[in-house]
């Protein structure tokens, strides 16, 4: 079994806990780091809100039924799939960078979770 870490991240008084492989994880704070570093820069009408990365940590375990966790792949697919929406109306902003940087981490973490399949 392959080691997991969890994300905390909080956008205004939401928090949101995300699962990912620990080898990983890095990567996601990292990708949140440089989302918010250019998402001032979005020129589209419906820039997108992104939560902050708060804390990592190797285990949870929730006891409030009001959160979830969240797969690590399901949470990227949805942020690609956020910024996707408003390439078309982004006219300053080369998004397709920060697209190109998202679909990566999608891209190694789909070939993870693949190969966790084939261990289980």
């Known amino acids: 079994m392959f080691k997991k870490k969890c994300a905390l ?27 918010h570093k250019e998402l001032d820069k979005l020129t589209a009408p419906n820039a ?14 929730l006891v409030h039924p009001g959160y979830t966790l969240q797969h690590g792949l399901d949470y990227i697919n949805r ?3 956020t910024f996707s929406a408003i390439q078309e109306q982004e006219k300053e902003y080369p998004l397709v960078s ?3 940087e998202i679909r990566a ?3 190694q973490l789909e070939q993870w979770y693949e190969e966790e399949e084939d261990f289980a």
């Open 48 to 61: 997108p809100k992104l939560p902050v990365f708060i804390a990592e940590f190797d285990g949870l375990e």
């Open 9 to 35: 991240l909080k956008l205004e008084d939401q928090i949101e806990f995300v699962e990912m492989p620990a080898t990983h994880m890095y990567q996601l704070a990292a990708l949140n780091q440089r989302l």
């Open 98 to 100: 920060l697209l190109t």
């Open 79 to 81: 942020l690609e799939q």
């Open 105 to 107: 981490l999608q891209a």
